[in-house]
Every structure is written in structure tokens, then in C-alpha cells.
């Protein structure tokens, strides 16, 4: 299976192209040992766009699609993953909608339609390698398509 291509394209999209909207601290500055994983939260969008870019930069149960797949995976019943993966595609269908609203960024709304679309299913169980690579190839596309009209940290 492809687990370790949807953590790759996951991190990919969540954490270098910033598409997450956790703001948590360091660990260090947490006080415990879990790894903190990198927000947006003294992220700006740039000037000019798209109010889309802050509803995908607020998304809250995206980052953690990589855990969810990789739960499932083991354990098909766990409800609480497939949860995530549901919320996860209900916050981007959210940001598809703004984006469609917004017009002009066909190549990005296609990318998120496909990745809600993936999402869906997979939360409907059970995840096979074709669901895991549609994941992984979104989480992709995303990241790709939205990155240089959000200019996300890197």
C-alpha cells in the first residue's frame, strides 16, 4: 500500500505548503515531547488574495488525514478516524466552494473536488491502495495548485 506516499504528500501539503491552520506551539514551548506541527498562525495572505487562501489556511481536521489513513488501515473500524476523514473532506468542500465562488481557479477546484470526493469514500471504509493513492494524489494536487496562488510558507 502507499501509507508511507499519503504521509509524504500529506507533509508535503501540510507542512511545507503550510495548508493547516494549527497554531500550536512547539514542543519545547509545549512542554512535552509530541512533534508540533507547523500552522499558519502568524501566517498574512499576500496582497490580492483570495479570501480562500485564509478559509484553507483555518482548516482544522486536514493535518491530520496522514494519522487517520494510517489508522484505518489497521483497523478499518476505528469510527473516530473515519470521522476525521469525514470532517476533514466536509472543511475543504468549504474551500472548494469558496474557490468556485471566488471563479478563475478551475485547476484548484478541480483538485479539491477530487480530494473531497476521495476523502468521502475513504471515510465510508474500508481503504484500499486505490483510496490511500487517490488521498495521497490530492493532498498533492492541492498543495501544488494552491500554493502559488496562497504563497504559504515554505
Do not use: K, N, Y
Not at 7 to 36: F, I, K, M, N, Q
Not at 38 to 43: E, H, R, T, V, Y
Not at 78 to 95: C, H, I, K, N, P
Not at 109 to 137: H, K, N, W, Y
Amino acid at each position: 500500500m502507499r501509507l508511507r506516499g499519503v504521509t509524504v504528500a500529506a507533509s508535503a501539503c501540510l507542512l511545507v505548503a503550510g495548508c493547516t491552520g494549527s497554531s500550536e506551539a512547539p514542543a519545547t514551548e509545549r512542554g512535552d515531547t509530541e512533534p508540533a506541527v507547523a500552522g499558519l498562525s502568524d501566517w498574512q495572505p499576500p496582497a490580492g488574495a483570495p479570501e480562500f487562501c485564509t478559509t484553507l489556511a483555518a482548516t482544522e481536521h486536514v493535518e491530520q488525514i496522514p494519522d487517520a489513513v494510517g489508522v484505518l488501515l489497521d483497523d478499518p473500524a476505528d469510527t473516530q478516524q473515519a470521522w476525521r476523514l469525514s470532517r476533514s473532506a466536509g472543511e475543504l468542500r468549504d474551500v472548494r466552494d469558496a474557490v468556485r465562488a471566488e471563479g478563475g481557479h478551475g485547476e484548484l477546484a478541480g483538485a479539491l473536488d477530487e480530494l473531497v470526493q476521495a476523502l468521502s469514500l475513504a471515510a465510508s471504509g474500508p481503504l484500499d491502495e486505490e483510496s490511500t493513492d487517490r488521498i495521497a494524489d490530492g493532498l498533492s494536487d492541492v498543495g501544488r495548485a494552491a500554493q502559488p496562488i496562497c504563497e504559504f510558507p515554505t
